[in-house]
């Protein structure tokens, strides 16, 4: 089997669990500010995840602070990791900027399909008032970012080549290492009533 395909597998994987934790703690974050109660958190194996704040006055702000602070947040975290001279040169970075590409990218294109199919908070988002091509123009825009992020990267993972990348490398033991790490925080959100 290709070594760059071991090395995405488990990138990807990770990516998506830890994606849907970024989204829902941007929910619980916003829930928690507006002095919001918030019934439950599910970060499932298998489907999507959720929080569930019962009534809120600030709707808007609670929904849309998901895939806001799910898309910035790991964005900001590479801009800052990929500065840090022990995470660059082992291959974190290169990790973070995967991560932050994903959560564009998944973040994007579901407030972009808004226009086309509101489902999620997206639907919650229309029904509270926020126009769909609103939503639609803020997605797109993250999502291509995320897709530029992501350009080239699948060369970088086990032979550096950009410059970001040159004196690294992402190894299969941190690509498994990332994901045993977002798989342990899953199970131990998931053990939260």
Do not use: K
């Amino acid at each position: 089997m290709n070594r760059r395909l071991l090395i995405i597998a488990p990138l990807l994987a990770g990516s998506w669990y830890a994606m849907m934790l970024v989204h829902e703690f941007g929910h619980v974050i916003a829930a928690w500010i507006t002095g919001s109660q918030i019934q439950s958190v599910r970060v499932p194996w298998v489907g999507f995840s959720q929080t569930l704040v019962p009534a809120t006055q600030w709707p808007r702000v609670v929904t849309a602070s998901g895939p806001v602070v799910g898309a910035m947040l790991p964005l900001l975290t590479w801009l800052i990791a990929r500065h840090i001279p022990c995470l660059s040169r082992r291959g974190w970075s290169v990790i973070a900027r995967f991560f932050a590409a994903f959560c564009l990218l998944a973040n994007g294109v579901y407030l972009g399909s808004a226009m086309l199919n509101p489902v999620g908070d997206t639907e919650e988002l229309v029904r509270v008032g926020v126009p769909a091509w609103v939503l639609t123009t803020i997605g797109l825009p993250a999502a291509a970012l995320g897709l530029a992020l992501w350009n080239g990267m699948a060369m970088n993972l086990d032979h550096a080549a950009d410059a970001e990348a040159r004196h690294a490398r992402v190894t299969l033991r941190q690509s498994l290492a990332w994901l045993a790490c977002v798989l342990v925080v899953v199970g131990i959100v998931n053990l939260v009533p």
